[in-house]
């Protein structure tokens, strides 16, 4: 397209993203990798529900055990030149850091998911805005009509007395927002920011294409802000079990705060296995200042 601008010519170029390709390789460092096919003209009133890594893992934990829970097919994994630069060892089989997007037909073909989530946050600002950018885009392709996102709302220990943690809301439409108000264990987040991806893909999915979202928030002890080998699976499981009340989706009752001891014991024990595995690994040196950690996880 030309436009002519009184002595300038001004040159735009457009193109189209073909997502049907197996490998595509972008100019802002995404890589695409399809593992199966899918249009628009596939799902049935789809519905996208977002984990991303954040406080406490609280969203990511959620969207794993949902995932695992669906038996979710995988759509396509993105790899970003923006994830930390390191390699992910899993059952001896390395891989780079990357954003998952999985689909779950629904059986009853009332509403079919679409679950993504990540090893890692971008590193940097531009790089959430990029990915999250490049999600959204996605999203559309796929005929999403609500994006559904999970995370963590830190509060002192001296408010968390109730069983469950409440939930804290906040959307892009006043009427969905308000639908939500009738849950007791809900309440709307007034003012704040929603750092990373959890917030932005459904705001910009929103400002971009007009798709609704909503971002469920569940409180967890603010200690876990500055402590990373922190994992709250009370407030992930009470994610969960909104999730499950919400949109009757198929999550077992072995996802439940009635069982929350049994499902901690088993990832600390998992954890001191690694953290064992870990401390085998010596780095020999020839001199001492150079002696320093050699495996990162």
């Given at each position: ?33 399809k593992n199966?096919?899918?249009e628009?003209?596939?799902?049935i ?26 038996n ?23 891989s ?39 999600i ?40 969905i927002?308000?639908?939500f ?20 893909i ?44 919400s ?9 439940s ?11 600390q ?8 595995d ?16 050699s495996?990162?996880?």
């Amino acid at each position: 397209m030309i436009i002519k601008d009184g002595k300038k010519i001004i040159i735009i170029i457009t193109y189209t993203l073909d997502l049907n390709e197996k490998m595509i390789d972008e100019d802002d460092g995404i890589r695409i990798i399809k593992n199966s096919d899918f249009e628009k003209s596939d799902f049935i009133n789809p519905t996208c529900i977002l984990g991303m890594p954040g406080i406490a893992d609280v969203g990511k934990f959620a969207l794993d055990s949902l995932i695992g829970q669906l038996n979710a097919q995988s759509y396509m994994d993105v790899i970003f030149d923006d994830y930390p630069a390191g390699a992910i060892v899993d059952d001896s089989i390395l891989s780079a850091p990357k954003a998952e997007i999985l689909v779950w037909k629904d059986p009853d073909h009332i509403r079919d998911i679409v679950l993504i989530t990540a090893d890692a946050q971008s590193l940097t600002p531009k790089g959430i805005y990029r990915i999250s950018f490049f999600i959204t885009s996605i999203l559309k392709d796929l005929g999403i009509n609500l994006v559904i996102s999970l995370g963590a709302y830190p509060v002192s220990t001296k408010k968390m007395i109730a069983k469950a943690p409440t939930i804290y809301i906040t959307s892009t439409s006043k009427e969905i927002l308000d639908n939500f108000i009738l849950n007791d264990n809900c309440e709307k987040i007034q003012k704040g920011v929603i750092i990373g991806a959890n917030g932005l893909i459904p705001t910009l999915a929103k400002a971009r294409f007009g798709i609704e979202g909503i971002v469920f928030l569940a409180e967890t002890d603010n200690v876990a802000m500055i402590n990373e080998d922190i994992t709250d699976l009370r407030a992930s499981i009470t994610l969960l079990e909104m999730l499950k009340k919400s949109f009757t989706l198929p999550i077992k009752k072995k996802y439940s705060l009635d069982n929350l001891d049994d499902i901690t014991k088993n990832l600390q024990n998992k954890r001191e296995k690694l953290e064992k595995d870990l401390d085998t690994f010596q780095l020999v040196a020839s001199d001492a200042e150079d002696k320093r950690k050699s495996l990162y996880i």
